[in-house]
């Protein structure tokens, strides 16, 4: 263990069961499911290369044997990894296959894109044997920032097929390490057979420039542990700020000498963190929206102030269609801080039905770091209050439905962005 764990503050947190960890030399504190410190959220660049092995076998070191590309590395010669490329199915031997590999869907959440390519890992009885119980798949030495704190991440998925390999088959036990110092296990189970992140936040402290990012597996087992990895990441965690969208029932209303409804709608956009944010914006595009509109005009777009909303200035030349920032520049919340802005639109809907579904697209600076966020259906950017408002279940359409009988209806739409 090297001397620079001294001055690591380590913050730990993973999915799945957890082996409570704590060398003498580090502090390290459980903060539970979530990934990041409560109130802040991951943000900025990826500072691990090739970490969603796009690249090839390249950027980092592993025991394992490089098998060469899109082969199956059979344990029972050698085992090792092979980086693959989209869905595969091994082993090639058998008649009735049971390995079953697929592309990686992205995590909104966290801003990790999909990628086809991963590691598969099967090592052998040999690297077990030589690491005492436990094989490096992974190292790498990232530079980082001193004071800063960060989230280590990456995405796993259990290979076997839940149902063919249900007899006893070993499922993989992951580590992760920084600087040596460990998490804990996480088991990557066959069931829900689906890609689940491992994640792991720390703190360094004063001096610290680099880190040794690691990853190994502590299954001891080759009757199965069968797994692939991607999308390795360490991001800072940041402040975030989140953004709510909420639309009062459609009033008919005439305007222009026509007959149509006005849509009166609030934003709400929040800093959830405890810093500020700067280089706020927030983007709504009408003519997109309201395109299958026989006609439709901006009415207004107002600040809300007061009752513990922060005024913001709005942008006065918005208009939804060549320009579609609804704030000026430069505007900033503090930590904490709310604003709420109204905007109302007059259209003319067509004869036949239609469903109008809109949301706000959130951008700030948070310290050196832009954050992000897709409005959420109502008037709370961040409903379970644990302020991440990138959840999978925080995001989702705003929707006004016209049917040919002029009745709206309007529907909550949860889930991530389409």
């Known amino acids: ?149 960060y989230n280590f991440f990456a995405y796993f998925d259990n290979l076997l097929d839940p149902v063919k390999s249900a007899n006893g088959a070993a499922d993989p036990v992951i580590e992760l390490r920084v600087n040596g110092t460990s998490v804990g296990t996480t088991v990557v189970s066959k069931t829900p057979d689906r890609w689940v992140p491992i994640q792991y936040a720390f703190t360094t402290g004063n001096g610290v420039t680099s880190v040794t990012l690691q990853i190994d597996s502590l299954t001891n087992n080759t009757f199965g542990d069968d797994f692939a990895m991607t999308q390795i990441n360490l991001k800072q965690c940041v402040s975030g700020v989140g953004a709510a969208k909420y639309v009062f029932p459609a009033v008919e209303e005439r305007r222009n000498d026509q007959d149509g409804y006005r849509l009166e709608y609030l934003i709400t956009i929040r800093n959830l963190g405890a810093d500020p944010v700067t280089e706020l914006q927030a983007t709504d595009d009408l003519a997109t929206v309201f395109a299958g509109a026989e006609t439709w005009e901006l009415v207004e777009l107002s600040v809300i102030s007061g009752s513990g909303f922060t005024a913001l200035a709005i942008n006065p030349n918005f208009d939804g269609r060549t320009d579609r920032e609804l704030l000026a520049a430069n505007q900033s919340l503090a930590a904490g801080q709310t604003a709420r802005l109204r905007l109302v639109i007059w259209l003319k809907p067509p004869t036949g039905p239609i469903v109008f579904s809109n949301y706000v697209n959130i951008t700030a ?54």
């Open 1 to 149: 263990m090297t001397r620079r764990l001294t001055f690591l503050l380590v913050i730990i947190t993973v999915w799945g069961s957890m082996l409570p960890f704590k060398p003498a030399s580090a502090a390290i504190q459980n903060i539970g499911p979530g990934g990041c410190p409560a109130n802040t959220v991951v943000g900025g660049d990826n500072l691990v290369q090739n970490g969603d092995f796009s690249q090839g076998a390249t950027g980092f070191t592993s025991a394992l044997i490089n098998r060469g590309p899109g082969v199956y590395p059979d344990d029972n010669n050698g085992g090792g990894f092979s980086i693959q490329n989209g869905s595969v199915v091994y082993p090639p031997f058998e008649a009735n296959p049971y390995i079953f590999g697929r592309p990686f869907p992205g995590d909104v959440q966290r801003d990790v894109p999909a990628t086809n390519t991963y590691f598969y890992s099967n090592p052998s009885a040999d690297n077990y044997s030589a690491g005492g119980g436990r094989v490096n798949l992974w190292t790498q030495v990232v530079t980082v920032a001193p004071n800063t704190t």
């Open 365 to 418: 600076r948070s310290g050196n770091v832009i954050v992000t966020d897709i409005s959420n259906p109502g008037l709370d950017p961040d409903p379970n209050d644990n302020g991440d408002p990138k959840e999978e279940e925080e995001s989702g359409a705003t929707i006004t439905i016209f049917s040919p009988y002029r009745i709206w209806v309007p529907v909550v739409s949860r889930g991530s962005a389409g």
